[in-house]
Structure formats: structure tokens, C-alpha cells
């Protein structure tokens, strides 16, 4: 089966560090991708990891590691502006289709 | 703006109403993508065109009918929908196959059924 694991709620404060994990039960996928999405708004895109390791883009950062069927988004230097939902999601080449994970929410405290 | 753009941005109908959401993307991506996200909800696959051709139905009820006449717009029709098809219907596209695939969504059409 496909599926894909993230916490429901995450919530920090400002200037501070948060991890938000995904574990993935699927096989045949490409790599591991994240989206953001503001209450209302579309997803964006974030970042993808296609090999094991750690893939940084600014405040955020992502990492893969296949073995373990887990992934992380770190977003670093928590501004108010970073309170949003966080989505993990794979894409498979059977039926090219973009699967996601049930979001994470972050919401960052003053 | 994401090059993706999706209309109506709000829809309200009737249960016995039929009525039509549109996408369009000129960004040259090959894959489409319908997905359903109501409130707190994660985001549900419905259907994926790949090339003009649906590549992926999620089980979707047949209240809710795609088409794809080419690679730049996709359409989603809706006849006798319940109240809790109420959500935020979004379309995606994305660039053929695997490697890194990174999805530009359009903003949503808001549909409440009434």
C-alpha cells in the first residue's frame, strides 16, 4: 500500500528549531517531496530529496533516508510567518501520481 | 501567481445543478492533477492525466467527471452532488515522470453544495 505518516500538530516558538517527520509504507516512489500550504492557499513546493541525505534551502532543510522509510523537514529561525500546514509527498511512476501525506499543522508562537 | 489558474475561485450549487470547474496551465507540464481537500483534511487524489490520458481515478464517485482535451487545460464536471462534496477542489501540474517533481497548484475553486 501507499501511505505516508506526519504528526497532526507541531507548535514552537519564534527563533526556534522544528522537526516535522514523515514515514512512508510504500515501495516504487521516486523521492520524498514537502509542501507548504497558508490557510486558504495552494500548495507549494518546498524541496525534494531524491537520494539519502539532507538537502538544505535556507531557513529550511530536508532529509531522506530510504533504509529507514523516514524523512524530515527542519525548519530553522521560526519566524510567525512559517505558521502553516506541511505536507510530505511521494510520487509514483505507476500512474504518475503525486501522493500526500494527512499535513502536518505548525503554528509558531511569539 | 503559480502559473496554474483555476475558475471559478468560488462555486455554490444545488444539489440537482451541474457546473463545471476549469484549470489551465501553460507552464508545458504534462501532468494534470484533481485533488479534494476539505476542512482539516489532507489532500485526496481524485484523478492524474498524464499526456491528455487519465492515468489515475481514485475511486472518485462518477458525480464527478474529468476531461482533459489537451495538455494545457483540465476540466472537472460536476452533476447531483451531495452537501459533503462541499471542499476545495484543486488542480496541479507537474512535469513528465519521476526525478523531481515539483507540482504547481492553482489556487482552488471553493465549491459549496447546498
Known amino acids: 500500500g501507499q501511505s505516508l505518516e506526519q504528526p497532526s500538530e507541531v507548535t514552537a516558538v519564534e527563533g526556534a528549531i522544528v522537526q516535522i517527520n514523515c514515514t512512508y509504507q510504500?515501495?516504487?516512489?521516486?523521492?520524498l517531496s514537502w509542501y507548504q500550504q497558508h490557510d486558504g492557499g495552494a500548495p507549494t513546493f518546498l524541496s525534494y530529496?531524491?537520494?539519502?541525505g539532507l538537502e538544505e534551502t535556507g531557513r529550511f532543510s530536508s532529509f531522506l533516508s530510504r533504509s529507514d522509510s523516514y524523512g524530515y523537514l527542519l525548519l530553522q529561525e521560526l519566524q510567525m510567518k512559517d505558521s502553516a500546514s506541511y505536507f510530505c509527498?511521494?510520487?509514483?511512476?505507476?500512474?504518475?501520481?503525486?501522493?500526500f501525506g494527512q499535513g502536518t499543522e505548525l503554528s509558531v508562537k511569539p | 501567481e503559480t502559473g496554474v489558474t483555476q475558475t471559478p475561485r468560488h462555486l455554490v450549487m444545488g444539489m440537482t445543478n451541474k457546473k463545471s470547474l476549469k484549470c489551465e496551465q501553460h507552464?508545458?507540464?504534462?501532468?494534470m492533477y484533481w485533488y479534494k481537500q476539505s476542512a482539516k483534511k489532507p489532500l485526496e487524489l481524485m484523478f492524474v492525466?498524464?499526456?491528455?490520458?487519465?492515468?489515475e481515478n481514485n475511486s472518485v464517485p462518477s458525480r464527478f467527471s474529468p476531461e482533459c482535451p489537451n495538455s494545457s487545460h483540465l476540466f472537472l464536471h460536476l452533476h447531483t452532488l451531495q452537501p459533503e462534496d462541499s471542499a476545495l477542489y484543486l488542480c496541479?501540474?507537474?512535469?513528465?515522470?519521476?526525478?523531481?517533481?515539483?507540482?504547481?497548484f492553482g489556487q482552488g475553486t471553493r465549491l459549496t453544495v447546498v
Open positions: 496541479a501540474s507537474s512535469p513528465p515522470t519521476g526525478g523531481n517533481t515539483e507540482a504547481f
Open positions: 510504500t515501495s516504487g516512489f521516486y523521492g
Open positions: 530529496n531524491a537520494l539519502d
Open positions: 509527498a511521494v510520487y509514483y511512476n505507476q500512474g504518475g501520481k503525486l501522493i
Open positions: 507552464l508545458g507540464h504534462n501532468a
Open positions: 492525466y498524464n499526456f491528455k490520458e487519465q492515468t
